[in-house]
């Protein structure tokens, strides 16, 4: 067996949450409003399904096909040579999308607090530390996001409460003034984010109790919803109509903290906040990347090929866009279908047949 760890139930819905708020907690707010506007929260909501949709679908697969992840039991499903064809597409859409979380980190450490460094630099040494993570296997990854995320959680609940005084309700008005139309496009960019809970179809196997999973996978995508419809909402209060026009809405509405002009300029918690989610974020594609290349080979050990997978995770990020503008460009419109379509769709499909087929055996 590739990888022998565990991980217990409680650890997964940990590793669950910055799969969707890392990156997500800076991005999403402009990226919803440009299309939603003042409804962005509402469009939050429903962009949450297609993530408990995954969660349901995952859960079952796994059920029928227990100790496999889905390299493994798309074979099964839809024969060895559309397995092997899928099981490619869904590797390298891991590898591109990994690339494109890598970007996402290194353009705003980059862009909001070391200008004069280069961008290869912050992207190699991001990719170097998370292969040692990877390396360590997912046991390592699981105590890493154990330790992070209840910090993450309770620095960004702070945030929230010093802001407080500078949100204003009305800015939620008018509601849904140009019908639901805008508010459905605004969700779109969210199906992306939530769809990123396909990783528990390579996660699975590794847990330590299957019984409690759904459960707990329920419960991280409900927290998850309620911390991006928080921090939505809180830019929302506090920019109205302009939100969308922030390249990082969050990061300006937290440099209106001041209290007593001693508590202020606190924008390295919100720093801090993202590096940490976007190292576990990338650790988590990396390992499914190198597990799912070593099942689609053959491999009897993953550890080989975690370095040489870094340089095409490297090379990814660079070449994924020339510059910050044309980059947020491809996020909020290309890189969203053909996501929705490996991470959503594909894994439906098999779904539809793999029960379909068992109905057919039944009768």
């Known amino acids: 067996m590739l990888e022998k760890g565990k991980i217990s139930p409680l650890q997964m819905a940990i590793i669950m949450y910055p799969m969707v708020v890392a990156t997500g907690d800076l991005l999403l707010p402009r990226i919803v409003a440009i299309h939603a506007g003042r409804d962005l929260w509402i469009s939050t909501m429903i962009g949450s399904v297609t993530g408990f949709i995954l969660v349901y679908i995952t859960f079952k697969l796994h059920e029928r096909y227990l100790g496999e992840t889905i390299i493994q039991y798309s074979e099964k499903i839809v024969g060895r040579l559309c397995g092997k064809i899928f099981g490619f597409f869904f590797i390298f859409i891991c590898i591109y999308g990994d690339g494109i979380i890598t970007r996402q980190y290194a353009e705003f450490v980059v862009g909001s607090f070391m200008p004069k460094t280069p961008l290869m630099v912050v992207i190699a040494s991001m990719i170097f530390a998370c292969a040692l993570a990877v390396r360590g296997g997912i046991e390592g990854i699981a105590r890493i996001a154990q330790l992070f995320i209840p910090i993450i959680l309770i620095l960004w609940v702070i945030i929230i409460l010093l802001l407080l005084p500078d949100m204003e309700i009305k800015n939620i008005f008018p509601i849904m003034e140009n019908g639901m139309k805008p508010v459905f496009r605004g969700a779109i960019p969210l199906f992306g984010w939530f769809d990123n809970v396909v990783i528990l179809a390579m996660l699975l196997p590794f847990l330590s109790n299957s019984?409690?999973?759904?459960?707990?996978?329920?419960?991280?995508?409900?927290?998850?919803?309620?911390?991006?419809?928080?921090?939505?909402?809180?830019?929302?209060?506090?920019?109205?109509?302009?939100?969308?026009?922030?390249?990082?809405?969050?990061?300006?509405?937290?440099?209106?903290?001041?209290?007593?002009?001693?508590?202020?300029?606190?924008?390295?918690?919100?720093?801090?906040?993202?590096?940490?989610?976007?190292?576990?974020?990338?650790?988590?594609?990396?390992?499914?990347?190198v597990i799912g290349t070593s099942q689609w080979l053959g491999l009897s050990n993953y550890r080989p090929i975690v370095f040489p997978m870094g340089i095409y995770i490297i090379i990814c990020s660079i070449w994924v866009a020339p510059n910050l503008q044309v980059f947020s460009h491809f996020l909020g419109t290309t890189y969203i279908p053909f996501n929705i379509t490996m991470a959503f769709v594909f894994p439906l499909l098999l779904f539809i047949i793999a029960f379909t087929r068992k109905r057919e055996v039944s009768t």
């Not at 920019?239 to 990082?248: D, K, M, P, R, V």
């Not at 940490?276 to 990338?282: M, R």
């Open 211 to 289: 019984d409690k999973g759904m459960k707990w996978g329920v419960i991280s995508l409900c927290i998850v919803l309620l911390t991006l419809l928080a921090l939505n909402i809180t830019t929302l209060f506090i920019f109205g109509g302009i939100t969308a026009t922030f390249t990082y809405p969050v990061m300006s509405a937290v440099r209106y903290i001041s209290i007593a002009d001693f508590l202020e300029h606190i924008e390295s918690i919100v720093m801090a906040i993202w590096v940490a989610g976007a190292f576990i974020k990338i650790s988590i594609f990396y390992y499914i990347i």
